[in-house]
């Protein structure tokens, strides 16, 4: 998999955030953790020449927004935000402590074709990131495209390339900060996520293999 390849798509989830009871999910921002794992995969980015051959699509969310900008200015690239890419709507519950969280998460996910809570439903965040991966594509025919959003709707993205059913045993590993790929013309991912300090690994600098 060649990352500056105009026929990859390379899908970023944000790394680790400060979470804040206070503030409202989607202006989370990351946390100097997650801001570090960003900045060392900038410098990796910055080594590809890729000026003018990729574009970088974030969702409009602050932590996503944060994760894709470091790279966009390594590459010598925009930002293009996309609302549609934002992560599944949870707003019905706000924000969650880890425990409840996941046990929400886990109930989103095994029943795709129910709200649960009031949260959106896995089956039309799956269908509005394809919609909106479906029009960045043909925004930028001619650039690889970059990627960055959120884990949950990530993953159900990857369910619907890899046509497989919605399920939460291909969620992304925690923690965030997480990638996989796949080709454009084909839909086929090249593999499932793996962590951002492992996109350079089995190749020339650019190449990764999945």
């Not at 998999?1 to 503030?23: E, F, W």
């Not at 796949?182 to 793996?194: E, L, M, Q």
Request: hydrophobic residues 45%; proline residues 5%.
């Amino acid at each position: 998999m060649n990352i500056g390849d105009p026929g990859t798509v390379l899908y970023i989830s944000h790394p680790q955030v400060t979470v804040d009871a206070t503030v409202a999910v989607p202006d989370w921002g990351l946390s100097d953790v997650g801001a570090l794992r960003v900045a060392e995969l900038a410098q990796r980015f910055a080594r590809l020449q890729l000026a003018g051959k990729a574009a970088v699509i974030s969702s409009a969310e602050r932590k996503a927004v944060e994760t894709a900008a470091p790279l966009a200015a390594a590459l010598g690239a925009a930002v293009d935000q996309r609302r549609g890419l934002h992560e599944n709507d949870r707003t019905s519950t706000g924000y969650l402590p880890a425990a409840a969280f996941e046990a929400q998460a886990d109930a989103f996910f095994a029943s795709p074709l129910q709200s649960v809570r009031g949260w959106e439903r896995a089956v039309d965040a799956q269908d509005r990131i394809l919609r909106e991966i479906c029009a960045l594509e043909a925004d930028h025919p001619d650039s690889a495209l970059i990627v960055c959003g959120h884990g949950a709707v990530g993953t159900l993205l990857f369910c619907s390339l890899a046509g497989v059913e919605i399920d939460r045993r291909w969620d992304q590993p925690a923690g965030g900060g997480n990638w996989f790929a796949f080709d454009r013309f084909s839909g086929k991912p090249f593999g499932h996520w793996a962590p951002i300090e492992t996109l350079f690994e089995g190749g020339a600098m650019g190449c990764g293999n999945l």
